[in-house]
């Protein structure tokens, strides 16, 4: 089953909460997961402790730059889709769990700062594509989207589509019920009204369709 | 927006063939490197580790006397330590019959 990495050097592009609202909207919809907390600051780990985890996840914590190869591996094959959510830095453990990748998603948030350090995440993996002789499909996420779109936002999409990189649509706009993840644990159909939920569920729920796509365009 | 629920289909879920070698590992580091991901992860303490039962390093003695003790301890079936703490004791009572 397809493993996803969740990857950008850059901290607080939103890497865990994209790895957590994909988990359980693809949970929800009838995949079993496996989330790989590689993140020294376990936020995946933090969310797993809040609540009961929801069916058909499981997370697995602490997996650092020695373990993530073989677990990738072991998880790769029972009929799961893997998700590895990373820490925002440019290391080790990045190009190992980026080489053993389906699908590399690139969260970020639509300011120049977010799109200059997200950018070596696509370097990386072109040159990994190079050093191993075959296609990692990759894609950007902007994530904390805002209701009307800044002209900076709009100025990142134009060249990222020029450099012919694929976006996920739609994107993760800021939400509420997104934040609240983390304190509430478990998914968005279980957690205290926050905000506009219905919206938040339809984001989220839109968002994994767009990946699930991605994963089976080529199959 | 499609208002169809959305649901997974497993059999369309498929991985991709990858290499898993340590090779294939290290070609995908070495591009890493160059763009500066690089080793982060913590180093690893050098030297002997400290002893579980009493947290300190084995004190050091020379060669011959390492090998007795360590002949002897496995012997006993004990910790190394336990026969430095019986000499220690045996050298105080020598010590208090002494004055």
């Known amino acids: ?219 | 927006m499609t208002s169809k629920p959305f649901s997974v289909d497993l059999g369309r879920l498929r991985s991709r063939e990858k290499d898993h070698s340590a090779a294939a590992v290290e070609r995908a580091e070495r591009a890493g490197e160059e763009l500066g991901f690089v080793d982060r992860a913590p180093g690893r303490r050098r030297g002997r580790k400290p002893s579980p039962r009493t947290g300190q390093v084995h004190a050091k003695v020379l060669p011959h006397v390492a090998t007795e003790i360590a002949g002897e301890a496995r012997r006993r079936g004990v910790q190394q330590g336990v026969i430095l703490e019986e000499a220690w004791a045996l050298y105080k009572a020598a010590e208090e019959a002494e004055k």
């Open chain 1, 1 to 219: 089953m397809p493993t996803i990495v969740i990857a950008s050097p850059k901290g607080g592009a939103g890497k865990s909460t994209t790895a957590i609202v994909l988990a359980t909207e693809l949970a929800h919809a009838g995949a079993r997961v496996t989330l790989l907390d590689c993140d020294p600051n376990r936020s995946l780990s933090l969310w797993a402790g809040r609540a009961a985890v929801p069916h058909r996840i499981e997370v697995l914590s602490d997996i650092g730059e020695a373990e993530i190869v073989r677990t990738i591996k072991r998880h790769d094959q029972d009929g799961q889709i893997v998700i590895v959510d990373l820490e925002g830095v440019a290391s080790r453990l990045v190009s190992r769990a980026i080489s053993q990748a389906d699908l590399v998603i690139t969260p970020m948030r639509a300011t120049t700062l977010d799109a200059t350090v997200g950018v070596r995440a696509l370097q990386l993996i072109q040159e990994e594509e190079e050093a191993l002789d075959r296609r990692i499909p990759h894609a950007v996420v902007f994530t904390m989207t805002k209701a009307i779109r800044s002209k900076q936002h709009s100025g990142i999409e134009a060249s990222l589509r020029d450099q012919g990189v694929a976006l996920l649509e739609p994107p993760l706009m800021e939400r509420a019920a997104f934040s609240a993840l983390f304190e509430f644990g478990g998914d968005l159909r279980n957690m205290p009204p926050q905000g506009n939920m219905d919206a938040a569920i339809r984001n989220a729920e839109d968002f994994a369709r767009a990946v699930y796509a991605r994963m089976t365009e080529d199959a």
